[in-house]
Each structure stands twice: as C-alpha cells, then as structure tokens.
C-alpha cells in the first residue's frame, strides 16, 4: 500500500513539474497555482514518505542532566519549533527541531513526535531556524590557516563579502556555590570573509581593517547613518558589509 501512494505521489510531482502542451501557455496566474499545487505535493510527499525519509537516519538524541543550569540551545528555544532544512540534497519544511549550540548538533523530532535524534552533520548544507540561516562549513574547505573551525554558522550576510557569527555554548562552573554549580554560558564570535579568506573581527578595528581599501567611504556611511557598533554589532556589521559591497560593484 505505501509503495502504491509512494509512486502516485511521484507521479504527481512529475505532472506539475513537466506540463503538457496545453499548460505550457499558462498565464502568470496559473504559474502561481502550479506552484502552490507542487508544493502541496511536496509536502505531501514528505509526510507520507515518513519513516522511509533520509531524514531519519542520525543517533539517537538525549537532553542533558538537569544538573545544569539553563540549556544547550539557540536562542534558549528548548521546545521543538518547526524549521526548514536542506538535508544529503533534499529540502524539507516545518520539520520540529532544536538546535544544540553547546554540542552544535541539529536535533529534529521523528516523525512519530516522541523519539529525537541529531542529523548527521556532513550532511546539513544549512538549515533556517527561528529567523536565521544557518550554513555548514565543512572541513575540506577550509585550508590549514584557515580562522574559523567547521561547524555551523549563522549567516548574517552574504554578498561579495561575507559576514558570518557563530552561535556556541561552554559549560561554566561556579564555585563560590555550596554544590558547585555547573551552567550553560553563552558566546558569540564573528568572521568575515572577503576574497575567499576568513577573518576573526572582534569589534568595529577588525572589521574595518579588513574592508580597509574602503575605510574612508565606509567611515563616511557610519557617520551619515548614525551607526553604532557597539549598540548592535550585528546591524552594523551587515549594513557596513553591503555598503561596500555596493560600492565595490
């Protein structure tokens, strides 16, 4: 029985992707309405699939003992909230997942909505999470010099440069407590990458001396707009970043 809707839903796909020659003189409205018939199929497509999924095929996941103050998560979000993730070359949407940023592991929900396990990371070319994009930057592309270390990044901008942040977690302890407590404690790191290098930038120097064949235009454009590194590091560091590469075009 599964392989028989298995094979209509394939069949579906094709026949909204390959029209016949009367939909090929389809207006703009009726492309729309293609549109939203394959991706309706698609999601279809996905939910019948279920356990026969590429998806769900990474080790078993397990939360971390309560001993530990706080959580392991992106933005503290410890509830699966549905996300979007290009997974070994298919895309697959409202998947419920967590991000771990402590163990930088993309926990997802079985489709059975009780078992949980983390995706293997080789195969994550990015995944889009609570309003963030996230990109896998593998080993084999790094060379030996190379600042930055594989894992996932939130891509913040990305143009002729490109302005990346890492999202990560250490685990602190706390001596001056009676039971020694042990917390989860957040950091932040930021790279830009021009010409095919990565830089580390820790604040507004860094990043500025890595843009430096436009300072005085970009000093201009800070002063102009009222910019403030420090206020929104972030904001600033993306605004900065596309106005050169506007003026770099």
Known sequence: MKKCIFLYLIICIINILIPNNTLAQVTIG???????????ALNLFNTTVGEQSSLYNGPEYYFYDPIYKGNAY?????AFTPGTIYYDGTLYKNVPMLYDIYSDKVVVLLYNHFSKFSLLRERVKSFDFLDHHFINIAADSLDNNAVISPGFYDELYKGKVQVLARRAKNIQNNPGTTNYESYFNPIKSYYLKKNNIY?????????????????KELQQYIRANKIKFRR??????????????????
């Open 30 to 40: 009726d492309s729309s309405s293609r549109q939203k018939g394959f991706t309706n």
């Open 74 to 78: 992106f933005m503290d979000m410890n």
């Open 199 to 215: 830089y580390s930038v820790g604040g507004e120097g860094s990043f500025m001396s890595v843009l430096k064949d436009k300072k």
């Open 232 to 249: 929104n590091p972030e904001e600033a560091m993306v605004k900065i970043a596309s106005y050169y590469d506007h003026l770099t075009n």
